[in-house]
């Protein structure tokens, strides 16, 4: 009876969850589960006691193991995490190897998941998602506040303890609410200011992790986001891949892979489907292509857990800063000293009665009457000596070239270029040598067939026209060689060819003109070892056995002369093999160089049949034949200048910089391309020496290199060696040296260059993560992008540090000559932190927000020792702080009588004509050569709308904040009077810079003193 009930009970179970709403997540499933067993499980415990009188009681409790629900899947994720992550293989073939798995996870290992949105959820829902958590911000708005308050706060405080001391707290009540709420502004906008800078660099990490990978869903190759990646997908890797998540080894033969990220080793593991099939994420693919089955995503896998541990340091100082902070302490020494001296003197005077201002001798001799008004006394000239290092000392400087580069960055990644390390903004400025690729970054990148030679015959590329028994071969060749594909959805639809440039243009080819059925050939032949094409080698090759007759064919596809090199004989135009001699070996090298000639790039096929034994052989050794092959016929591959290029080019030569194209194509093409595109001049050739190949390059001695490296502007047939060298060498012959790059073996390059850049189309992660910048579009133009934005970062530093060192010098001078004579500083602290405010935060937003002109590509690039402060920088901050002490100086000693005004009114007629001084000399500040300082102003809204504020807000200081600001209303002459002094900034700007300077840095002089 209990046998029968426990089965009702069972089915009773399955019919209450089959009404279920399918709409339910997965934790209200595991509730709506355990509640019906509960339900069912008393009521059937109940029917059992009225049948049966010796049945035990009902418990009170009812325990259940609810299994995980991972929806309709046949395997769980504690289970896939645990085997791969494990690598335990036992475990692996106990649940059925991959084919087990795979079915387990509804992946079919030809065409993939399903991949609609609504399979996609079911799987996110039961797996996870191939996202990680992120450890919370070390630079919160709190940490930038702190920060603020130590370089603002302490100082302020500082002095409203000692406005305290000498006026007590009822008195200095109002002057202390007065300073308070002036640092909470400065520190409020100075915090905002960096937490938003901050904010912009967050965003860089992200979009440089958003890695474009390729899988197979619905049959169809296809390209998302590797946060898109679900548990079952199937995931094409290829040379230079990150493996994106945990997964198993499907096809092809074996992976070499680079697990030092992961586990610190240097060794490559191979991956196999026999010994270890299991892929780890986050490491890199070093060698060969295949597929992998994702069995763990996100949090599930050993990466996603060790990122989410990784904080992003965002705090990274650039060479710009670091010389900065130290300019920066060079004056604060200086104010410190100016500082003490002022101190030291007032004091002396003050203790020896010799001061000559009449007023302090009263209050000195007046305060000789207790000792109480001495301290008071000492308190006042100790504050004015610690207002001078206040207001003096330049705390931001180092924290515009942080505000500069999030802007720009912000700007070059609508520009298709992404930063992934901030030195490089600025040390791209500086850039004398761009060492570039061809295709792609001066080329289009989209390739096409254009000619099609069998033997000595120029075909017309149609399968017609050619040799059935040639034709069968190529498609082979074309078909089974190669680690791309061709997909079409229906008979109708048009074919879809994906891989890179070159294999799609050989694919589109042979379907289209040559009528390839690729999945046809493969079915009828099996793949037994590949060599994955080799850039140093410039060829790859396949091993195939026929599936009819066992016949063993090896393929080889390549460069032309490499391929060329490996033949003894070739098909002639009707299809018969002839024998390949000197004399007709000389007739195919001029085909070749015919085609190259004609900015061709020239590929060709062989192949040969071996016997079945070459099998183990290639087993054993891993290699395959490559010599005695058959050449099979050679194609034209014509890949297009990008438009613009050459004007691109033009810029950077009129900028200084020069272009050295580094290319593995042939000399001739190599030749062509770089005439085409301005690197080269018709008149140069390879007896100047502009032109070599790498081999040439390799062999000569190190001096021969040192003196050729400048005289070459294309080197051709290079490999990513010769790439290294060249770069080598134009370092120490003093260059600084940017590098494009889109390979795996074009790392050390990239690290060894001053600024790496890779290409982000056709660039691998590998490459990518090894570079300081990614030109997203791989285009020439968008290189040249990142040179004008380089210079304009620099030149706006520049602008900011004129700006400002011209504000510190006239500060310190005026308050260290009136406190000196006066005992008093002219500026209340109020006034001194609004001068701080405009000339820290809003003044360097106003500048750093200039975008790049034309005008910048027509200067020369700045040196590695060129000082940061020129010569021209030098004449027009001291001009202009030599005007602004002058006028000031004369309003302090003479302001009363010349405007007939009290002495509270003449002080802020001082604050009021030092602030608009700094207003008019932003724009002074916008060019440091031109005399027409208002030339694209207009564009600028950012600037207009600054200033504009910073006239308002002192408008407002003056004119409605008396009691919190210090000052007295001024009349409209006294308005005019101000503006006209500071005004005349401009026209003394218009005529200082015709005043002509020394090219050599007027510092270089004390040290050729020094060693004379």
Known sequence: MTAILNKAHIICTDHLLDGRPASLNKYIKKWHLAFVNIYCSRTFFSLVRNHDSKASPIPDHVTLTIPPDNGCFKIDETTLTDVVKEKKLEKLQQIGGVNGVASSLQTSLDSGIKGSAEDIARRRDAFGSNTYKKPPSRSSFFHFLVQAFKDFGCAALSLIGLGIKKNGLTDSCGDGGSIFMAIFLVIAISSFSKYIQNKQFEILPEASNDIRIDVIRGGRRQQISIFDIVVGDIVCLKIGDQVPADGLF???????????????????????????????????????????????????????????????????????????????????????AVAFMVLIVLLVGYFTRNTTDQKVNTEINGSRKNANDKIDTVAEIIAAAFTIVVVAIPEELSSIVALTLAYSMKKMMADQVMVRKLFACETMGSATVICTDKTGTLTLNQMKVTRFWQGKEAMDGTSSSISSFVVNLIHQGVALNTTRSVCRGSSTSEFQFFGNPTEKAILSWAVLDMKMDQEEIKKNFTILFEEPFDSRKKRSGVLIKKKEDNTVYVH?????????????????????????????????????????????????????????????????????????????????????????????????QHAGVKIKMITGDDVFTARAIATECGILRSGQDMDSGAVVEGEEFQKYTPEERMEKVEKICVMARSSPSDKLLMVQCLKQKGHVVAVTGDGTNDTPALKKADIGLSMGIQGTEVA????????????????????????????????????????????????????ISTGEVPLTAVQLL??????????????????????????????????????????????QAFYQVAVLLILQFRGESIFNVTEAVNDTLIFNTFVLCQVFNEFNARKLEKKNVFKGIHKNNLFLGIVGMTIVLQVLMVEFLKQFAGTERLNWGQWGACIAMAIASWPIGSIVKCIPVPERPIFSYLKWKKRT
Request: with cysteine; proline share 2%.
């Open 250 to 336: 499907l096809y092809e033969h074996s992976l070499q892979i680079g697990e030092s990220s992961m586990t610190g080793e240097s060794d490559h593991v191979e991956v196999n489907s026999k010994k270890n099939p299991f892929l780890i994420s986050g490491t890199k693919v070093v060698d060969g292509d295949a597929r992998m089955l994702v069995t763990s995503v996100g949090m599930n896998t050993t990466w996603g857990q060790m990122m989410s541990h990784v904080t992003v340091d965002n705090n990274e100082q650039t060479l710009l800063q670091v010389r900065l902070n130290k300019l920066t302490s060079a004056m604060r020494r200086v104010c410190v």
């Open 556 to 652: 080889w596809k390549g460069a032309a002369e490499t391929i060329l090199a490996m033949c003894s004989s070739y098909y002639d135009g009707s299809g018969v093999m002839k024998d390949l001699n000197g004399e007709e070996r000389m007739e195919f090298k001029k085909i070749i160089r015919g085609m190259a000639a004609s900015s061709l790039r020239c590929i060709a096929f062989a192949h040969k049949q071996v016997a079945e034994t070459e099998e183990e052989n290639v087993k054993e050794k891993k290699k395959l034949k490559e010599e005695n092959l058959t050449l099979l016929g050679l194609v034209g591959i014509k890949d297009s200048c990008r438009p613009g290029v050459k004007k691109a080019v033009e810029d950077c």
């Open 768 to 819: 990518k993560a090894s570079s300081d910048v990614v030109i997203l579009d791989d285009n020439f133009d968008s290189v040249t992008t990142v040179l004008k934005w380089g210079r304009c970062v620099y030149t706006n530093i520049q602008k900011f540090i004129q700006f400002q060192l011209t504000i510190n010098v006239t500060a310190l001078v005026i308050n260290s000559v009136a406190t």
């Open 834 to 879: 609004w001068v701080n405010l405009i000339m820290d935060n809003l003044a360097s937003l106003a500048l750093a927000t200039e975008e790049p002109t034309m005008g910048l590509m027509k200067r020369r690039p700045v040196g590695r020792t060129e000082p940061l402060i020129t010569n021209i920088m030098w004449r027009n901050l001291l001009a």
